[in-house]
C-alpha cells in the first residue's frame, strides 16, 4: 500500500523517483562545506561564486498499530547534541530529535525494511537566508493541539483549519568546516481571509490576519558534523497524543497508525556566474 505524501520547500525541489521500503537510500552523501549565506561571495578572476544550500530529506512512515517501530530508530541517533533540559521539554512534547553518523544508516535502514515502512525521498533548494520548510498535512477540523511548557503547564490551542510545518534554518562556519547548526521549530500556520493593518516603516499596509502558532518554545539547535544528518520524530511514551510532537508526526490512514520519522542532509554545495 502507498501512503500519500507531500513536501513543501522554499525553493524548488526534486522528488525522487522508486523510493520505496526495499529502496532505502542513505540520506545524503558527504557534506562539503563552504561560506556561510549572506557572507561576501567570492571572486575567481572574473566569476562570483555564491554558496547556496540544498536539504536531502526523507520521509518515512512506520505503522504502529501494535508496536511502535519509530522506538527503534533511537538506539542509533545521538539525541544530546543539544540542551538537555530542552530536549527533555520536547520528549514532554511528544517530539524527538538528534543526529546520526552515516555508520548508523545501516541500522536504521534494516528497521524501515523490517517493517515495510513507506519512504519519500526528496531533495529541496533553498534560497538563501531563508529556511527549508517542510509541510506534515493539514489541521482536522477543530483540532487542539497542547504546549507543554517549562513549567510544567498544558496549555491547548484549538484550529479551526491550516498547515502543519516543520521550519529547519541553518548556519554554516567557515571556521569549522566539519561542522554546521541547525535550527528546528514546528508551526501550524494559517491566514484567514480577514486582512487588518500593519505598520512597515513608515507604511500602512492591509496584511492577511494570522491565526497559527509558532512553537518557538519547541525550537532546538543542534549541531552536524560532516557526513551527519538530523532525525526527527515522535516520542511514543509522551502522556497524551494531543501533544504537538503527536499531532505533527503521527496520523491514520484506512485504518491504519502511522509514525512520521525525518531524515534530513544538509548539502552546501558552490554556483558560479560572471560578474
Not at 109 to 127: D, K, P
Not at 175 to 184: G, K, P
Amino acid at each position: 500500500m502507498t501512503i500519500g505524501m507531500t513536501t513543501l520547500a522554499v525553493g524548488c525541489s526534486e522528488p525522487l523517483a522508486g523510493s520505496s521500503e526495499r529502496d532505502v537510500q542513505a540520506p545524503g552523501n558527504r557534506l562539503h562545506w563552504f561560506e556561510p549565506p549572506g557572507s561576501s561571495p567570492s571572486r575567481r578572476s572574473d566569476r562570483i561564486v555564491v554558496v547556496q544550500m540544498q536539504f536531502d530529506v526523507l520521509r518515512i512512515e512506520l505503522p504502529a498499530d501494535r508496536i511502535h517501530h519509530s522506538e527503534k530508530t533511537w538506539n542509533h541517533v545521538d539525541e544530546l547534541r543539544s540542551d538537555p533540559a530542552q530536549m527533555a521539554l520536547l520528549r514532554r512534547n511528544g517530539l524527538r530529535m538528534g543526529a546520526a553518523s552515516p555508520e548508523a544508516w545501516a541500522a536504521l535502514r534494516a528497521i524501515f525494511e523490517a517493517c515495510q515502512a513507506q519512504v519519500l525521498r526528496a531533495r529541496h533548494t533553498v534560497r538563501q537566508g531563508l529556511p527549508l520548510t517542510l509541510e506534515l498535512g493539514e489541521v482536522e477540523p477543530d483540532e487542539t493541539v497542547f504546549l507543554i511548557t517549562a513549567d510544567q503547564r498544558a496549555v491547548g490551542s484549538t484550529f479551526s483549519r491550516g498547515q502543519k510545518y516543520v521550519h529547519v534554518d541553518y548556519e554554516l562556519n567557515p571556521d569549522a568546516e566539519s561542522t554546521a547548526t541547525l535550527r528546528v521549530t514546528p508551526e501550524i500556520h494559517n491566514l484567514t481571509g480577514e486582512r487588518r493593518w500593519r505598520r512597515d516603516g513608515g507604511r500602512l499596509l492591509k496584511v492577511p490576519e494570522y491565526e497559527g502558532k509558532l512553537f518557538h518554545e519547541l525550537a532546538c539547535t543542534l549541531t552536524l558534523g560532516a557526513g551527519e544528518f538530523l532525525v526527527i520524530g515522535p516520542d511514543t511514551t509522551a502522556a497524551t497524543n494531543l501533544t504537538v510532537g503527536r499531532r505533527f508526526l503521527t496520523r491514520e490512514h484506512q485504518g491504519q497508525r502511522y509514525e512520521t520519522v525525518l531524515c534530513i542532509t544538509p548539502q552546501p554545495f558552490r554556483t558560479e556566474a560572471k560578474r
